[in-house]
Nanobody, 120 residues
């Protein structure tokens, strides 16, 4: 099992910045992908950014150039630096880790989510 704990959400004005953190614990040795997703009220959960254990990143078009995902493998922690925030970035942000489980295959684990609100 993998446990994920997010932190860093809050209220910020448009144009401001926030940094989210997600710390993984438990069976972290076979995590090959970590990422951030978000879900706004009345909308489906969507991908924000992912990063592989090798450092390859992928971003949603809506956040490219504004958000940066990074990873500290030694600390089993993934970060999301969010700059130039817009009201449409308001959502609950979830951390996800993908791990290869022997005999089962790729398995995903979710954090509990952290609220990000962008408003003046």
């Amino acid at each position: 099992q993998v446990q994920l704990v997010e932190s860093g959400g809050g209220l910020v004005q448009p144009g401001g910045s926030l940094r989210l953190s997600c710390a993984a614990s438990g069976s972290t040795f076979s995590i090959y992908l970590m990422g951030w997703y978000r879900q706004a009220p009345g909308k489906q959960r969507e991908l924000v950014a992912t990063i592989t254990s090798g450092g390859y990143t992928n971003y949603a078009d809506s956040v490219k150039g504004r958000f940066t995902i990074s990873r500290d493998n030694a600390k089993n922690t993934v970060y999301l630096q969010m700059n130039s925030l817009k009201p449409e970035d308001t959502a609950v942000y979830y951390c996800k880790a993908n791990r290869m489980v022997t005999g089962v295959g790729p398995t995903g684990y979710w954090g509990q989510g952290t609220q990000v609100t962008v408003s003046s």
